[in-house]
């Protein structure tokens, strides 16, 4: 019998009415669902018996219907809006803090990543700089691994466990890094449902984008569809290991700016 993987969902920061977002480029705002569309999906998870659990309670257990709710960069709606939607319906969560971002305009404070970790909410590293870490030297990407792990141990006074690839860039060498470092698990951007013997420095996510439609989304926690968005991933990443990174991203940005 096949077994049966545990969907990551990916987020980032979520929009509310009124409040402006980090950073406006196109690239950036597809990635931005709105705090009513985030709560909808919560309440569809809820109504057919899904749980949403964080990282670490996924690979404690593997337990049926669950998925895992991830959010990327340590935006300051990860505290103010997500987390107490998360609360309202008994979810967990993992939080990935880019450290070097804290406290700037948009971003968690130390205080504030202290507050999302008090309230039970596990708090993962994102790196220091969000630079694509297969870009890095073996000394660059050190400090963005370990670095950013003792930086973030030391505001919440616990161990940082769990680790997610900037822009989902990944290779061997960033899962060496992490294994050294003393991660558990390392989330990418490969799009796959994970199960207990999928490598724990390689576990797939699945991005929600600003345009996931809600019976898209109960499609992606039931692991649905998710070989057509491998494709396309497949295809981005054939380009940019054909362009590099950066022209990948000027390419990306010009069409998105023409097409928005």
């Known amino acids: 019998m096949r077994e049966r993987g545990v ?18 480029d196109p690239g950036y705002v597809r990635y931005i669902v709105h705090a009513a ?9 809820r109504a057919e018996g899904w ?44 939080f990935y803090i880019t450290t070097d971002w804290s406290g700037k305009p948009g971003y968690l404070a130390p205080a ?5 970790s008090s309230l039970g909410f596990e708090i993962g590293s994102h790196s220091v700089h969000h630079h694509y870490l297969t870009d890095l030297n073996n000394s660059d990407l050190r400090r963005e691994i370990v670095d950013s792990k003792q930086q973030l141990e030391q505001t919440i006074g616990k161990a940082v466990e769990h ?4 822009g989902g860039r990944f290779d061997g060498r960033v899962a060496q890094m992490a294994r050294e470092a003393g991660y558990l698990t390392v989330c990418t951007s490969k799009i796959q449902s994970n199960t207990r013997s999928t490598d724990r420095l390689a576990l797939g996510r699945v991005a929600m984008m600003r345009n996931t439609t809600l019976p898209e989304f109960r499609n992606l926690c039931c692991g649905r569809g998710l070989w057509r968005l491998g494709a396309a991933v497949q295809i981005r990443t054939a380009a940019k290991n054909i362009l590099g990174n950066s022209a990948y991203d000027r390419v990306r940005t010009a069409l998105l700016g023409k097409s928005s």
């Open 7 to 24: 969907v990551f969902l990916m987020y980032h920061e979520l929009e509310s009415d009124g409040r402006a977002l980090c950073l406006s």
């Open 51 to 94: 749980r949403g659990v964080s990282v670490g309670d996924v690979v404690r257990s593997f337990s049926e219907r669950s998925v895992a709710i991830t959010f990327d960069d340590g935006c300051e709606t990860d505290l103010l809006t997500a987390a107490p939607l998360l609360h309202d319906f008994g979810f967990g969560a993992t």
């Open 163 to 166: 680790f997610s690839c900037p």
């Open 37 to 45: 569309d985030f709560r909808a999906q919560m309440e569809l998870l």
């Open 112 to 116: 504030q990543i202290r507050e999302l």
